[in-house]
Nanobody, 121 residues
């Protein structure tokens, strides 16, 4: 099993910054892409940013130029640097990872429990 744990969420004023971290752990795991999603109250979960094993990134249009995703493969950790935060960024942020366990050929997607980010006006 792959376990993901997010950290770094909290309350921040509009225009401020937060840095989220997500560490993956497990026995004999091989992680491919990692990403961040978010879900605001009453809304569907949406992609924020993803990063491939080779470092290729994709961002939602709403966060381009403000958020930066990165990863440390040695630590199996993905980060999300969030700058110029807006009230509409308020949501629960979830980390996910596409990973294989042991000798499994097919990868599966795993999710963290989420961390709350609240941006005040």
């Amino acid at each position: 099993q792959v376990q993901l744990v997010e950290s770094g969420g909290g309350l921040v004023q509009a225009g401020g910054s937060l840095r989220l971290s997500c560490a993956a752990s497990g026995v004999m795991i091989s992680i491919n892409a990692m990403g961040w999603y978010r879900q605001a109250p009453g809304a569907q979960r949406e992609l924020v940013a993803v990063i491939g094993s080779g470092g290729t990134t994709n961002y939602a249009d709403s966060v381009k130029g403000r958020f930066t995703i990165s990863r440390d493969n040695a630590k199996n950790t993905v980060y999300l640097q969030m700058n110029s935060l807006r009230p509409e960024d308020t949501a629960v942020y979830y980390c996910n990872a596409d990973a294989r366990i042991g000798l499994t050929l097919r990868s599966s997607v795993y999710w963290g429990p989420g961390t709350q980010v609240t941006v005040s006006s």
